[in-house]
């Protein structure tokens, strides 16, 4: 039964996902429903394994040891799956609306739909092997998706991830052949697989290894110098840049460099090293470097990519502490940013949507026109921030103490690039807000909240955070609970 269980999440969004083109949907009502059923179907049975799957590994597939195909999910799966199965129906419905006089409506389904299995299969993998091939099913049923307008922007960018995104799978997969070849396997085990002997003949292999995987998994967290296919991508519909940016491809590269570092690994085997030095050093200048971008970008969705930029690092500076307190922290950053990062492109792409303006000069106040999307902003723009109760503070809070409790001159000097990233963050988040309340109306076109479809998503969104707010140290417990028993 947990074979059917682990891989139903997986495989209804994928065959039914392929299946939306080949129905060629005529009736746009008809394609709703199909697409909303399959996603709310995925999305009930992810959860019951989040509830009630034990961590067993399934082997689908073995073509020659150790390249063995298997699927396992533990406390770490739980949280990502949990993610990513609690923010696509809403995205979903939102997307309907957004969408609704677009072309090439049905194979933008199909793409979606699927991505949606493949983000399953990259946080079900049970071994490196597996979580890399689902890693670049990932980047090829996303390409169609960043290029959906097929303008010359949009082929652009599509062409820019995809080079971005090959140069960081050749890294990683650099990486892999080396660990598979000194340690006969590639099993995702806390505490990692490098045992002292391989470290005694083969340490510099071992952090080559490291460096080259960090890297290469870190394209998709847009780690610097390789984040410049993200604010790129924002040319894609905003149902997709979101998932792009908040969910599924910059998560699954955080979620990577998660794997690697304590179940391939291990922090023992890392601390102290050039292993760790490096990757954190290019870590902590991507969380300054990322807001302080976002701080001079005018463009709605290119600043919340560049915020994003900087916010995958943070959760990557709590992984780098090498500490339980430090992956508790990575973690909770994880799914924090990822409602709170929602939120806000969907605010963008409502104002994108109802008016057609792109740029932030052009939304003087629309604070007191769009009530209820500047209402949800407000409230995910200080969360982000980090202003207490809201989610973004305790996340904040748990990096500094994992950094504090880690103690040396890195982690003070990465304090110290959070707490600039926090102010230039509430620059570049309440600058907006001061336009859309405290500037005159200018525009001459008619600007209005849009309907249902994309304010009952927002709404939940924001419940979400509210909810985090209000129980934020029992989140912080149950996720230190998590990591205590890999």
């Known amino acids: ?42 999305s009930v049975l992810a959860w019951i394994n989040v509830i009630n799957m034990t961590p067993e590994t399934i082997t689908l597939w073995s073509f020659a040891k150790p390249l063995i195909v298997a699927l396992r999910i533990d406390g770490v799966s739980k949280v990502f799956i949990a993610l ?19 072309e090439r409506v049905n194979s933008f389904f199909g793409f979606y739909t699927t991505t949606f299995g493949i983000t399953m299969g990259i946080a079900s993998s049970a071994n490196l092997m597996t979580m890399y091939m689902f890693y670049e099913l990932l980047t090829l049923v996303t390409i169609p998706l960043v290029m959906h307008e097929m303008n010359h922007r949009s082929i652009r960018a599509a062409i820019k991830y995809f080079t971005y995104s090959i140069g960081g799978a050749a890294f990683a997969f650099m990486g892999f052949i080396i660990i598979t070849k000194y ?49 790129s991508a924002g040319v894609a519909p905003t149902p997709v840049t979101a998932l792009l940016h908040a969910v599924a491809v910059v998560k699954s590269g955080a979620f990577a460099i998660i794997r690697i570092t304590y179940f391939i690994f291990g922090a ?101 026109k769009m009530k209820k999307i500047f209402a949800v902003y407000s409230i995910a723009s200080l969360a982000v921030v980090g202003i207490p109760p809201l989610p973004g503070f305790y996340s904040k809070l748990a ?23 926090a102010l230039l963050t509430a620059v570049y988040l309440m600058s907006i807000m001061v336009r859309a309340y405290f500037r005159p109306f200018e525009s001459d076109k008619s600007v209005k909240d849009p309907n249902a479809y994309m304010v009952i998503p927002q709404f939940m969104f924001c419940a979400m955070m509210i909810g985090f707010s209000i129980f934020g140290s029992y989140i912080c417990q149950f996720m230190a609970e998590i990591v205590s028993n890999l």
């Open 84 to 102: 990513i199965s609690s923010l696509w129906p809403f995205a979903t419905l939102y997307a309907f609306e957004y969408m609704r006089h677009e």
């Open 1 to 42: 039964m947990n074979i059917l269980s682990i891989c139903f999440p997986i495989i209804i969004p994928v065959v039914f996902g392929l299946l939306i083109p080949v129905f060629d949907f005529k009736k746009k009502l008809a394609r709703e429903i199909y697409v909303m059923s399959v996603v709310c179907v995925t």
């Open 183 to 231: 340690c006969g396997t590639n099993d995702f085990v806390y505490g990692g697989i490098i045992t002292s002997e391989i470290m005694k003949e083969k340490a510099g292999y071992v952090y080559l290894a490291y460096i080259l995987m960090f890297f290469g998994f870190g394209v998709k967290a847009a780690v610097f110098p390789f984040h410049g296919w993200l604010p």
């Open 399 to 421: 990096l500094a103490k994992a950094a504090l409790e880690n103690g040396d001159v890195l982690s003070y000097i990465g304090i110290a690039a959070l707490l600039i990233s």
């Open 268 to 368: 023992q085997t890392l601390k102290g090293t050039v292993g760790e030095y490096i990757p954190l050093v290019f870590v902590i200048i991507t969380i300054v470097f990322g807001s302080s971008m976002a701080v001079k970008e005018q463009h709605l969705k290119r600043r919340f990519a560049y915020s994003t930029i900087s916010n995958l690092s943070y959760i990557l500076f709590g992984v780098l502490m090498l500490s339980p307190a430090g992956l508790t922290a990575g973690l909770l950053h994880m799914v924090f940013h990822g409602v709170m990062k929602i939120a806000i492109f969907f605010c963008a792409g409502a104002i994108m949507h109802q008016t057609g303006y792109e740029y932030i000069y052009e939304i003087n106040g629309f604070g007191f």
